[in-house]
């Protein structure tokens, strides 16, 4: 048991350090993206389309072409909501071979379908300040349905959603359990031995 244990505890530490890496390291031009992609997305749904979203560092800058000048703008701190990054590096590394073919292509599968939870977290928290956290103009412009959807939406997601969605995406592009070589060799063993010839 303990044989096994220690392999996977390396393994494992190794790849929450390289999860580390990357989602420090990258996190200032991941922001800059992450901008690029959910900023159209948000605007679609408004009439007439106002959002802007200002990538500065980590955080995002909530700009609205509607807003007075000398007030500020909200922010949205985004290393909070891509923290599962390292999670399913981590998650991905403790794997069988992690650097087979088929465990590196999962990874890269399920890091591009996490980007797609990162741009839905964006818009979940951005409708949740527009809905909460701007006084009178977010009672006048969201009715109380609103208010609680994204609301509770934005709370699941930093509380369940964040490091839920790391494990499924990992139980979801992981390679398929392989048969251990040993247990492939005793199953040849035991089929030589029942297919071998009667002595007379």
């Known amino acids: 048991?303990?044989?096994?244990?220690?392999?996977?505890?390396?393994?494992?530490?190794?790849?929450?350090l390289l999860?580390?890496?990357?989602?420090?390291?990258?996190?200032?031009?991941?922001?800059r993206l992450l901008a690029t992609l959910t900023e159209p997305l948000i605007r679609m749904a408004e009439r007439?389309?106002?959002?802007?979203l200002i990538a500065g560092g980590t955080?995002?800058?909530?700009?609205?072409?509607?807003?007075?000048?000398?007030?500020?703008r909200p922010g949205l701190t985004l290393m909070d909501l891509t923290a599962n990054i390292v999670l399913l590096t981590t998650l991905f590394a403790v794997n069988r071979r992690p650097i087979s073919d088929r465990n590196i292509l999962g990874f890269v599968l399920a890091s591009l379908a996490?980007?797609?939870?990162?741009?839905?977290?964006i818009i979940v928290n951005v409708e949740s300040i527009y809905a909460l956290r701007l006084g009178p103009w977010s009672e006048r412009n969201y009715g109380a349905f609103a208010r609680n959807f994204w609301g509770a939406g934005a709370h699941f997601y930093s509380l369940i959603g964040v490091f839920g969605a790391g494990f499924a995406l990992w139980w979801l592009f992981r390679p398929s359990t392989e048969v251990p070589l040993d247990s492939r060799k005793s199953d040849r063993r035991k089929t030589a031995k029942n297919t071998r010839a009667p002595s007379r």
Not at 20 to 25: E, K, S, T
Not at 48 to 52: E, I, L, N, Y
């Open 1 to 16: 048991m303990l044989k096994d244990l220690w392999p996977n505890l390396a393994k494992g530490a190794a790849g929450f």
């Open 59 to 72: 955080e995002l800058t909530i700009d609205r072409d509607d807003f007075p000048r000398s007030s500020p």
């Open 48 to 52: 007439p389309a106002v959002t802007r």
């Open 19 to 31: 999860g580390l890496a990357l989602w420090w390291g990258l996190s200032a031009p991941y922001a």
């Open 114 to 121: 996490l980007v797609a939870v990162h741009i839905a977290a």
